[in-house]
């Protein structure tokens, strides 16, 4: 215990923040033996999603210790990299109450290294920094938010030169250099870098949403405005203004945000888990889309690089699953597709396979990545490289969707708008959503996804994750459910035959022949075991009821397989 206490006296010692000294310092006195070791024992590890926490004092926690010395890892990371130092960094936040501090503290820390800043003055969407990274050729992105974690919870996510997320070997760099960052204490800071008075700091413009709305617009498949009504929701979070601006631009003007959820407010008052994919996140649009008779409902998380859609069918509002909207807004891109060139599409290998099969009869090039969109962007940016064709669009089951090159990450933004034109157009043919769903389905057969999770929050959960992925890839069954097993890959090994993109990852897939396939695999971000079941057949005379009845299927083998694992 004395070895407990000692470090947490020299995590008081290095910290510059006088609240979060208090913090650790009451947990001194309080003898918390319990918190204390929960904050100290570990840290937050840097990777490829920058970093992510609860806030609170200590190493393992989001606070502004952690982030001046993460800063300091990347600006030595950029000084050390001749041609990108001259460059500037850009800097952006969401509404959580510790977001713009730790942002103007990453901005301190980097003006103090004698790096140039680019910095949004007020919150800003995550696409928007990203695209500000590729727009203005930075040498790197910065966005502090925590996306759609609880509210408790902020990160650090950095974007590379190129515009998308940081992937292997860039974060490996990074992470090795934030090891050897000093104490905060010790790390050279510029205070108040808001102001501007360091010429090597200075503000975006609205420029920046200028060059945005006009990507966005000149990569819409095809731009269909008119006055359906939309219901829209940022669930607190940073999209509103930029998506009611886009929205007006393209010639939506009926678009209503719900009051409650409309401005920023990074306490998330209404929700308990600000997620449009967690029960109950939607309940105040859906309310008030019923009310005014609205056509379509749109929702962004807090950061506005997700998008969630409820549409009508037959009277009835359903809501559309991310695989759902990811095949609707690929088949849509493919359709209008207009350039010699041949279109790209990936998605991340936990998403439905049925985009494959859409691409394969639209004569566009697939691949699919490893989760996380950085892969999407990455393999689409290499892609191109190789002169394979252009890339048209990818997406992530987790509502996850970019459309053309306007972003190199998700970005709900875009892909709202794309997603009101296709309503739109599909409207005036006498077609909902569904429609249009069904007939892909008979086109290339009913596809119906399903997930299952085993969580364990004890401190032993990761080793008996890591365990029971062990003995199934030993021991990999012949079926599941009653399906044969035709086909089993190991992703941990195996990686030097595919794509950097398709690299070693604790993932295991288990064909199951015609009928689909089963995924499983550790999340990445929680003590979880994800196990995904994606399974096919015939539409036969009732599309949607076949729909229906495979995802039950398809529920019941996710299920099936979970109880057979080793825990």
Known sequence: MHDLIQRARDWIDSD???????????????????????????????????????VGAGPNRMNRAVV?????????????????????????????????????????????????????????????????????HAAAGVVVTASHNPPADNGYKVYADNGAQIIPPTDVAIAEAIESAP?????????????????????????????????????RPAPHPSQISIVYTPIHGVGGDLIHDVFKRAGFTQVRSVPEQGEPDGTFPTVSFPNPEEPGALDLALRQAADSS????????????????????????????????????GDYVLRHWNLDQVPIVINSIVS????????????AHHEQTLTGFKWIANAGIALEEQGVGIFAFGYEEALGFTVGRVVRDKDG??????????????????????????????????????????????????????????????EPPSSVAGIEVTDFTDYRTGAESRPSWLGAQSLLEMSLGEQGRVLVRPSGTEPKLKIYADLSAEAGPDPLSSQAELTERAREVATNLAGTLSF
């Open 294 to 329: 609205a056509d379509l409902v749109i929702a962004n998380d807090p950061d506005a690089d997700r998008l969630a859609a409820v549409v009508r069918h037959q009277g009835e509002w359903r809501t559309l699953t991310g695989n759902e909207l990811g095949v609707l807004l």
């Open 413 to 474: 933004i875009s892909a709202a708008l794309v997603f009101a034109d296709l309503v739109s157009g599909l409207r005036d043919s006498g077609m909902t959503p569904v429609d249009r769903l069904i007939e892909m389905w008979e086109q290339v057969g009913v596809w119906a996804s399903a997930q299952h999770s085993i969580t364990r929050l004890n401190s032993t959960g990761p080793q008996e994750i890591a365990t029971a992925v062990e003995r199934l890839a030993d």
């Open 352 to 363: 439905s396979p049925m985009l494959e099969k859409i691409a394969a009869v639209r004569e």
């Open 183 to 219: 104490p905060a204490m010790e790390v050279p800071l510029l205070s108040m870098a808001f102001d501007e008075s360091s010429p090597l700091v200075s503000s975006l413009s609205t420029e920046i949403e200028e060059a945005y709305w006009q990507e966005v617009d000149a990569a």
């Open 16 to 54: 510059p923040d006088p609240q979060t000294r208090r913090e650790m310092e009451s947990l001194v006195d309080a003898a918390d033996y319990d918190e204390l070791s929960a904050r100290l024992d570990s840290h937050l590890q840097f990777g490829t999603a920058g970093i992510r926490g609860e």
């Open 68 to 136: 001046i010395r993460t800063t300091r890892g990347l600006a030595d990371y950029l000084l050390d990299t001749s041609e990108r130092s001259e460059r500037p960094v850009v800097i952006g936040f969401d509404a959580r109450p510790t977001s713009r501090g730790f942002a103007e503290d990453a901005a301190g820390v980097l003006a103090a290294a004698g790096l140039k800043v680019r910095f949004f003055a007020d919150y800003a969407p995550t696409p928007l920094v990203a695209f500000a990274v590729k727009h203005l």
